[in-house]
């Protein structure tokens, strides 16, 4: 008897012979790569590297704290404190932003994302309002909006923001949340999102920042949660799933 099972081969007497396809245990489980379309990721410790290359950064007024893995960054001013990235990360419509950020609230808005070289406009950005409104503002004008209430001030909360081209989809921790939508209308169009400032008047701590040009499965959002954890880059790019069917031979 001869079994071929994704180049695998197992020869022997076909006499009282089974092949049973089970699944591993172990990985990160569901069908989860997160390397897969990863357009940037940074680490903010010590410095703005671009971990995937080719979009660093040059901080003004920008301090390293004490972040959710080793260093995050933080404002030190009002109003001129950003990261300008060299070049903008150009995700497309379907895209997805993730990460790790401790928000007290305060008086001004926290932007962790800019795709608008003016920077006194709030449209197209992803930013944490005072009122711990989280999610994107868009359109000339801000006209339309995409958000959900955080709840959580005191410790690091994992934010996840997707968009397919149609639909907006937010994660806070893991866990899926209900979108609010205003100023939404048959007209609104969401432009292709090309972040090009990270961090502007962002006074909450914001650590291990990715970006990818397609939308993440649930399955790799829990994955990148990791129970609490989080995943450093190196983890987020090798976290290919272990939960494959094996073979089991029995005779």
Same mark, same amino acid.
């Given at each position: ?5 994704? +180049?695998?081969?197992?020869?022997? $007497? !076909?006499? &009282?012979?089974r #092949? ?8 990160v489980?569901g069908?989860?790569? =997160? ?9 903010? %410790?010590g ?5 995937v290359?080719?979009h660093?950064? *040059?901080?003004? =007024?920008?301090? /390293?704290?004490?972040?959710k893995? &080793?260093?995050?960054? +933080?404002?030190? *001013?009002?109003?001129t404190?950003?990261v300008?990235?060299?070049n903008?990360?150009n ?10 950020m401790? %928000?007290?609230?305060?008086t001004?808005?926290? /932007? @962790?994302? *800019?795709?608008n %070289?003016? @920077?006194?406009s ?7 309002n005072? %009122?711990r409104?989280?999610?994107?503002? /868009?359109?000339?004008?801000?006209? !339309?909006?995409a ?11 994992m @934010?996840?923001?997707?968009?397919d ?7 806070v921790?893991g866990?899926s949340?209900t979108v ?6 048959s007209?609104?169009? #969401?432009?292709?999102f090309? $972040? ?10 914001v650590?291990e920042?990715?970006?990818?040009? +397609?939308?993440l499965t649930?399955a790799? #959002? ?6 609490? &954890? ?8 090798a976290?290919?799933?272990?939960d494959r069917?094996?073979?089991? =031979?029995k005779?």
């Amino acid at each position: 008897m001869t079994v071929r099972l994704n +180049r695998a081969k197992i020869s022997g $007497p !076909a006499t &009282n012979t089974r #092949v049973k396809l089970i699944k591993s245990t172990g990985g990160v489980g569901g069908a989860v790569n =997160l390397s897969n379309a990863i357009a940037a990721y940074y680490k903010f %410790d010590g410095d703005f590297t671009d971990s995937v290359g080719g979009h660093d950064g *040059t901080g003004t =007024l920008i301090d /390293f704290v004490s972040g959710k893995t &080793n260093q995050g960054i +933080r404002s030190n *001013t009002v109003n001129t404190s950003v990261v300008s990235l060299q070049n903008p990360v150009n995700l497309g419509t379907s895209w997805t932003v993730n990460v790790w950020m401790k %928000d007290p609230g305060g008086t001004y808005a926290d /932007f @962790l994302l *800019t795709a608008n %070289d003016d @920077l006194t406009s709030w449209s197209n950005s992803i930013k944490v309002n005072p %009122d711990r409104s989280f999610g994107m503002w /868009f359109g000339p004008g801000e006209y !339309a909006t995409a958000f959900v209430e955080l709840v959580n001030n005191s410790t690091f909360e994992m @934010l996840t923001l997707s968009y397919d081209g149609t639909t907006f989809k937010i994660y806070v921790d893991g866990v899926s949340q209900t979108v609010t939508l205003l100023g939404w209308s048959s007209s609104s169009v #969401v432009p292709p999102f090309s $972040p090009n400032h990270i961090g502007h008047n962002c006074f909450g701590v914001v650590d291990e920042m990715g970006l990818w040009s +397609r939308v993440l499965t649930s399955a790799e #959002v829990t994955a990148l949660y990791n129970g609490g &954890n989080g995943l450093t880059y190196e983890q987020t790019i090798a976290s290919i799933s272990r939960d494959r069917p094996r073979l089991l =031979l029995k005779t």
